[in-house]
Structures are given as C-alpha cells and as structure tokens.
C-alpha cells in the first residue's frame, strides 16, 4: 500500500500532534504509512498526489474568507500551493478528505462562496444527517453527533458538488466531488479528549468567550461520538486496498 498524506495547518505543536495522533488511531494506521507535512512550516510544492494512497487535510485556526492582509504569509504561501495541488487533484479524481478547513477549501476552489454570512457554528455537538449513500458512509447511521467549531462556512453547494450531509446549523456538511473527492466541514478525527484539548488550546482565538471555557468543556465531557471516526476509517480501507 502507498501511503497516505497529512497535510496540517495548526501552528501550535500540542494541537497539531493530537491531530496526527487521532488520524492515525482512527485511520488505524502506522505512523509508516502517514506522511504528515505541517503547511505551516513546509512547503508543499514538491508533492506529487499520485505517490499516495489518498491525502487528508487537517482542520486549523485560517480562515479561507479572511481578508488577504490578516493572512500571514504562511497561509497566503500554502493557500496557493494547495490550489496548485486541487488541481490535479481534481483532474486525476485522487482520493481526498478535507476536514473542516479543507471544505471551505474546496469550496473557494471551485468558484463558490464562503464566509461568515450565516451558518457558522459554535464548537460544540451536533447532530449530523446523512443525505445520500456512500462507500465511506459504510455502517455510518443516518443521524449522527459529531463535533464542529467554525466560524466560516461555505453558503451554497458547489458546483459539481453532491450534498452527503447536512445538519439543521449548517446545511452542507458533508460533500462529494467527483468519485473520490470529500470534504466535510464536522471533524471525523474529534473525541472528547480531543475537542476539550482544543477548547483549552484555541480558547484566545476567537471561536468563544475565554472565561467560557471550562463550561464548554463541562458541555462536552459527557457526550458519546462513535460515528465520525468511522469515516475516516473507512476512507483508509477503501482507497487503502485500492
């Protein structure tokens, strides 16, 4: 099996590393068969996309509707690199998942809209609806909890686009390009551990009032998310044999 590719985006170590961590679990793969690339920090303008099994982007604090002058460099640099990388992406139908940031991403490139106009979400749970039957939706039931925390969202299906989950917050969900191509705005990769982690870690950026914390925290520790991990394992079963 070829690898998979990680692409990450989060400038804080801890965060970054709990990612990388829960990808591997959930994807139930070795740390071999993961090439992790922090975008942050690296350049992906050498990546062919065809040396992998599938890429899977990571979610992160960058906006993709932020103003170019509030980008830093770091992000304007692998903004344009990824666009590069979409590109045969989308001509050679490589599997992909983008989580999180990797829907507005896919969105931006296909010429539709996103912003903070409506259907942003605070991090919390939510309870997702499936819309349409998939080869990654395999034992996933129709209604589902799933954690999501964003403050942009995409406003309309893009083009090309098939609806494969939506919730009653934030309509588009889940989406599918092409035969291999996905993007899910919910994280699959999040527990509990994890999004308390992330409370704790992103609690000055701007997603929720800082003295709110703990009692986010308290509104998260008892919850039970089963289902969206199953994505991801089965998006690296199905492309993994492949």
């Keep these: 099996m070829k690898p998979f590719l990680l692409l990450q985006h989060r400038y804080l170590d801890e965060a970054s590393d709990k990612e990388y961590e829960a990808i591997l679990h959930y994807g139930m793969l070795k740390p071999e068969e993961l090439v992790r690339i922090r975008m942050e920090k690296q350049s992906i303008s050498h990546i062919n996309p065809l040396d992998y099994s599938g890429i899977i982007t990571g979610g992160g604090p960058a906006n993709i509707s932020d103003d170019v002058d509030d980008k830093p460099a770091s992000q304007l640099r692998f903004e344009a690199e990824i666009v590069k990388l979409y590109d045969i992406i989308f001509q050679r139908d490589v599997p992909y998942l983008g989580m999180c940031y990797g829907m507005g991403s896919i969105t931006r490139y296909l010429g539709g809209e996103v912003s903070r106009k409506r259907f942003s979400e605070p991090v919390g749970s939510v309870r997702i609806q499936l819309e349409e039957k998939d080869p990654i939706l395999e034992n996933v039931p129709s209604s589902f909890t799933a954690f999501v925390g964003h403050k942009e969202s995409c406003q309309s299906l893009p083009d090309g686009a098939v609806l494969l989950a939506s919730s009653s917050t934030c309509p588009i969900q889940m989406i599918r390009c092409k035969q291999n191509i996905y993007a899910t705005q919910f994280h699959p990769e999040l527990d509990v551990k994890g999004i308390i982690l992330r409370i704790r870690a992103y609690k000055n950026h701007g997603y929720f009032d800082p003295e709110e914390a703990e009692s986010l925290i308290d509104s998260v520790k008892n919850e039970h998310i089963l289902y969206p991990q ?13």
């Design 230 to 242: 199953k994505i991801l394992e089965n998006f690296v079963t199905y492309y993994g044999r492949k």
